[in-house]
């Protein structure tokens, strides 16, 4: 499985983006998609995930309410939508993907990455 990140760049705070990762490969394997993201000097984080059949969802309490995420399966992408933006958002985000049959917040249950994109919100 690969996975294509996208749609980062430079917003003020308080504004949006929406975020793109597209899958391929083994895709019909995979059982849930998520987002994390990794602020300069600070632990890679959780931020949202999604299963393939887009029938649950969990964010990261800081995202809620603000972030959504989203599926197309026709187009094996997921998204991020991101409102709302603060300069605590300000990070590389990564995609990830697991066959793993649970809705995973931890990194360790993703095999499979994405590169990053980079999100950065100014004040």
């Known amino acids: 499985v690969q996975l294509q990140a996208s749609g980062g760049g430079s917003v003020q705070a308080g504004g949006s983006l929406r975020l793109s990762c597209a899958a391929s490969g083994r895709t019909l394997s995979l059982y849930g998609l998520g987002w994390f993201r990794q602020a300069p000097g600070k632990e890679r984080e959780f931020v949202a995930a999604i299963t393939w059949s887009r029938s649950r969802i969990t964010y990261a309490e800081s995202v809620k309410g603000r972030f959504t995420i989203s599926g197309d399966n026709a187009k094996a992408t997921m998204y991020l939508q991101m409102e709302s933006l603060k300069p605590e958002d300000t990070a590389v985000y990564h995609c990830?993907?697991?066959?793993?049959?649970?809705?995973?917040?931890?990194?360790?249950?993703?095999?499979?990455w994405g590169q990053g994109t980079l999100v950065t919100v100014s004040s």
């Open positions: 990830a993907a697991t066959a793993l049959a649970v809705l995973s917040t931890q990194q360790s249950d993703y095999p499979y």
